[in-house]
């Protein structure tokens, strides 16, 4: 708390959009002991966030991922009227609205017109940098995206990335608010389309499209071969890591042995071909041979308990 | 146990290649109740074989993983001193000998001669394809590639990739033992190169080096981008399982949404280049930040331990 009460000055936080990723974000806050204040334009959306808190609360606790009560974080949380209510004296905003570069270009106006000289403002786009919509405003040199994986309270990992005109700063800030809350902060460099996070799913969803469209395997296998097999490391130890110790030698070592096999496998999809109709018809009813469209919704909630006791486990275990 | 007698009909299973791959295959058999003969051609590492199976059982008894005493595991394991005895009136070899075609095609001109009709021959490989080692043998239909991830007492997954000459029955055998002694099967439909596992780890790999090339983000940041983000997911659900429970309407709502994005990702790396020197250099002086030379092997240990609570974990969620 002390580290934190020196980044923000006792300052709150303002979350602004308040739908699945930005009351997540609302928990990730209250959680470490920041005071938030959570804002949405829609006002149906507005009135359902707290009791979603609520319910991921009950949640954390019942998997005892909380060290103190419920209500004492859910003290910490009000809902405001207005964006200006919202902004007004925070630190550090946390923006989760619709993807569109069109329409988080406008809330950049409000904030522009609205934000003290001190106030910076993180983006959860999982796809638009930050140069798209916030370049050309006072606030530009303190706008960076903060790009979390859902649900941010349970999934650490939060990519941040500048654009050109962000200052270092800023980076500096929101990385240490980050880490400071728990989060695990990836540097994103350059404005890259689908940052780290995204370029690295893109690409072995690709290669698992083109093993199923060659007939190679089916859906079900190649989740197996991730699931119960190379997700295991990648769970507590990413690639590079991963092959560093693959090899006697390190990973210099593993370059040489297998780096001409993974350019041959890579250059044997150089000709990237659609996600045809019929392909995407052919992975669709694969996969509601396991589950079921009626399904999706409660294999969801699976998942989220699935992470919250891979969580559990990971803080206990702590294997680093 | 019933199904396991009903497919070996109590015969025993040979081990062929004693390494770290062989030993821990042999462990895969013992812990299901099969007798286990064990041959390498090389005596320092056949006695080497027993003492390393010991020690693993050390390990997974101390992380409750076993299910009886380790000696009565170890009761089933022998050592042979020929190649005949060892798979003399055997039901299956798993072979794990060096990774040399040339050094495959050798052993299985012996197995051909020693082999009696019924026998099955499965080949830990992770790359050469069984048609490149064993065809127009009399054994030819009765071999195929049974490749584990390391060690595969721990990590359950094994691909099975039969060659052109490998009979349907060969491959319903091999899976069935497969499944009977706790393993989980993926079938490769083609002899590619890869097979599934090396492909999505190719990409991935490939992927993380160009962004290292790029300057977009250091090793450590690509690692915790999977550790603490991506393999979260993948450790219990598959790449496809995951998207279909991430867009509303399922896998073919994703696939309209982030498909364009994926490709064009793709598309910007299709001109595949060398790992050069220099950037083998890069990549090797920023894992020796985190790890010392010296310290891979104590780190491998690291690892093996956070795979046997990763494991121990697995078994009591059971969360599928």
């Known amino acids: 708390m002390l580290e934190l009460d020196a980044l923000t000055q006792g300052k709150p936080v303002a979350i602004v ?64 009227q207005t964006l200006a209510q919202a902004v007004d004296g925070a630190a550090y905003v946390q923006e989760s609205i619709l993807e569109r570069t069109d329409v988080k270009r406008a809330l950049m106006l409000e904030l522009d017109a609205l934000a003290g000289p001190d106030l910076i403002i993180g983006s959860s786009t999982s796809g638009i940098p930050a140069s798209a919509f916030a370049s050309g405003l006072s606030i530009s040199a303190r706008v960076i995206i903060a790009h979390p994986v859902n649900p941010p309270y349970l999934v650490p990992v939060v990519e941040i990335v500048p654009s050109p005109e962000t200052s270092p700063a800023v980076v500096e800030f929101t990385a240490a608010l980050m880490e400071a809350v728990g989060q695990s902060v990836v540097h994103v460099r350059k404005e890259v389309a689908g940052f780290v996070l995204n370029r690295l799913q893109a690409v072995l969803l690709r290669e698992a499209w083109a ?47 297998l780096g001409p096999l993974y350019r041959s496998i890579a250059d044997s999809r150089s000709h990237e071909r659609e996600w045809s109709p019929e392909l995407i018809k052919q992975i669709e009813s694969q996969r509601r041979e396991f589950l079921k469209h009626d399904d999706l919704e409660s294999r969801r909630g699976w998942r989220d308990r699935a992470l919250m006791a891979f969580s559990a486990q990971r803080r206990k275990a702590d294997p680093r």
């Not at 149906?44 to 949640?59: G, H, K, T, W, Y």
């Not at 296998?221 to 507590?236: A, E, H, N, Q, Y």
């Open 17 to 80: 959009g308040a739908g699945l990723v930005g009351a997540g974000w609302a928990l990730v806050f209250a959680r470490a002991g920041l005071t938030v204040r959570i804002y949405d334009s829609n006002p149906v959306i507005s009135s359902a966030s707290l009791p979603l808190i609520e319910q991921q609360i009950a949640d954390l606790t019942a998997y005892g991922l909380l060290s103190e009560p419920g209500e004492s974080i859910l003290a910490r949380l009000t809902v405001c």
């Open 211 to 257: 093993l199923v469209e060659d007939g190679v395997a089916s859906c079900e296998d190649i989740d197996k071969t991730v699931r119960d097999g190379l997700g295991w490391r990648w769970s507590f130890m990413g690639p590079f890591e991963t092959i560093d110790l693959n090899a006697v030698g390190g990973v210099a070592d593993y370059a040489q042995r």
